[in-house]
């Protein structure tokens, strides 16, 4: 059996599965569940803790933790860390470590590759961030894989037999994709694929966030600035009472003072099923329009599509499943978990990359998400403009893939062209993304209108290879993979450096952790008399940590999860429940 691992890197949570002879694995965390929180924090201690941990720490401490940046893939944006600044690829590298520590422990070998899965509409430079936080994590990367494709080959995987017209709509914490296929004989030939990776169910959670914070005649902006101890503590009430409204309809959000203390009468925001839609309106707009695309680009109507697949953690959301079966006609189906099927799917990514036995009978197509291209000048009225961007390869042009284009240059005895590549559908180049460039030098003397021959190659991992070369001329190549945002070979090294100096809080006290987190939570939730209660008993526990005495933390232990069953909170061991 191979132990190339299956990774959902998430922009909410992430976990990872691995392939046995009868299927797809999920791998639990040290938790004992399956879901990762995609969240970094540091201690006072300065040490890193990731997951669990982490994400309890961001609700009292927001300024030592950092979330959602894989929404930044790709740029040259930098996120504060305590007194460290990392960029996304390097806080996303220290989840992939967290993963494959856990994938190392339930396989009892080393994990040294992986599949990683992206959103659909992930950009060139989100991508090969994404292969460079792998490979930071110790990681060859097989293969980099759509996630709707790897959710749509879990359904293939149990259901091979089948011929339907699928369309996958995932909505996860940061990101929105909608893959349009045909599943026949074994074969999953991806149609058209759309999507936005700037849209989540971060954004309806902010949505309610921005509504308590204006009735307090309050900017969500300003509050963030000036009071974020209030603003994490009210995001983590809005993010609970979003998911309540998927089986309630009213819920009432508790709001915090200014220091991120809930009191004990504290004020309350009222938020119904029809207040939340009103809310998200623009929202579930800006859904309608990728689906439309997706729909258009595969030339099929909502009514044919025989089963709408839903995705990712935020589709639960009774508010979208409402707006898709209105829009298809038809209820959408979750046979399996949202929250897991991508990284299932990765899995078996994984085993026909391995040639596995149990999935010989597979076949699976992509496209490539993007329209490519190069800038070109035009004429008009005699004279040449530059700027404008002709397509090469159209968006949803089955990959693997190569084209040739001929071009002309524009002057006599010009000697050099820059090819300058694009991607995006804009007409003129200033509205698209700038990917990289290529000089073709040695260009013979002649006339304008010389010839110039450009191909590009688009293989599985959707990194482009770009040839250029003129009549009789040398071949000048480039694969643009080294065009990240902020990323070459010394700032790849300048990483590698500030990772490795990072000190990684130990693994095997990482639940202590965890639990102590979230008992200095609820110190804000509690009123005085158990706070005092619940305040002595994390004193003793995180001594007992400090004092590194095992049977010591235990006991410890013991006592202060008696104190939360007293006072009535419940504690999850992991973060699946």
């Keep these: 059996m191979s132990n190339v691992i299956g990774i959902d890197l998430g922009t909410t949570h992430s976990l990872c599965a691995v392939f046995r002879e009868d ?272 729909l258009r680009d595969a030339r099929l109507s909502p009514q044919e ?33 949202p929250d897991e099927v991508v990284a299932l799917g990765a899995a078996i990514q994984a085993a026909l990359i391995e040639n596995d036995t149990a999935v010989n009978d597979m076949v699976m197509t992509d496209v490539c998400p993007f329209t490519l291209g190069i800038e070109i000048a035009k004429e008009f009225g005699g004279q040449t403009t530059a700027g404008y961007f002709h397509p090469i390869l159209h968006r949803n042009s089955t990959i693997p893939i190569s084209r040739e284009e001929v071009f002309v240059t524009v002057s006599p005895n010009q000697h050099q062209v820059e090819v300058r590549v694009f991607q995006g559908d804009a007409r003129k180049v200033v509205d698209n993304i700038a990917l990289g460039s290529l000089l073709v030098k040695d260009i013979a003397p002649g006339p304008a209108g010389q010839p110039i021959y450009i191909r590009f190659t688009y293989d599985l991992n959707g990194l482009l290879e770009v040839e250029a070369y003129s009549t009789g001329g040398t071949k000048h190549r480039t694969v643009l993979t080294n065009h990240v945002h902020g990323l070459n070979e010394d700032q790849i090294k300048d990483a590698i450096d500030r990772l490795q100096a990072l000190k990684i809080y130990p693994r095997e006290n990482l639940e202590y952790q965890k639990l102590a987190r979230f008992c200095e939570r609820m110190l804000g939730e509690i009123n005085r008399e158990e706070r005092k209660q619940l305040d002595r008993a994390l004193d003793y526990f995180e001594d007992a940590i400090a004092s590194s005495n095992k049977e010591e933390c235990e006991r410890a232990e013991e006592i202060l999860k008696a104190v939360l069953a007293e006072l009535g909170i419940e504690y999850f061991e992991n973060d699946d429940e």
Excluded: W
């Excluded at 029809?274 to 929202?283: I, P, R, V, Y």
């Excluded at 089963?307 to 006609?329: C, E, I, K, P, W």
């Design 23 to 294: 299927g797809p694995v999920l791998i639990p965390n040290l938790h004992g569940g399956f879901l990762t929180p995609s969240v970094v924090g540091m201690l006072e201690s300065g040490e890193i803790v990731v997951g669990s941990a982490a994400k309890e720490l961001r609700v009292t401490h927001p300024e030592r933790t950092a979330s959602c940046f894989k929404r930044y893939m790709g740029s040259d944006r930098t996120i504060s860390l305590g007194k460290n600044t990392l960029r996304p690829y390097e806080l996303s590298s220290l989840v992939l470590k967290s993963l494959v520590s856990d994938a190392e422990k339930f396989l009892g070998t080393s994990v040294l590759e992986a599949v990683i899965t992206v959103p659909a509409y992930f950009n060139e430079h989100q991508r090969q961030a994404t292969k460079v936080a792998g490979e930071l994590a110790g990681l060859r990367v097989k293969r980099i894989i759509n996630e709707p494709t790897a959710a749509a080959l879990v359904y293939g995987f149990h259901a091979r037999d089948q011929e339907r017209q699928l369309c996958v709509i995932d909505l996860g914490g940061g990101t929105f994709d909608v893959t349009v296929m045909e599943v026949f004989e074994g074969t999953l030939e991806i149609r058209a694929t759309a999507g936005e990776s700037m849209l989540g169910g971060e954004d309806f959670t902010d949505r309610i966030v921005s509504a308590v914070l204006q009735n307090e005649k309050l900017a969500l902006e300003v509050a963030e600035l000036k009071h974020p101890l209030r603003v994490a503590r009210l995001r983590d009430e809005c993010e609970q009472a979003k998911r309540k409204l998927s089986n309630e309809e009213v819920v009432r959000i508790r709001l915090p003072d200014l220091d991120g203390t809930i009191p004990e009468n504290p004020k309350e925001f009222r938020v119904d099923r029809k207040a939340f839609a009103d809310l998200s309106e623009a929202l579930m707009q800006r859904i309608s329009t990728p689906i439309d695309r997706a």
């Design 305 to 337: 599509i025989d089963d709408v697949l839903l995705v990712g953690g935020a589709t639960r959301m009774q508010l979208l499943r409402d707006h898709v079966a209105s829009y298809f006609g038809k209820p959408p189906i979750m046979e399996f978990n």
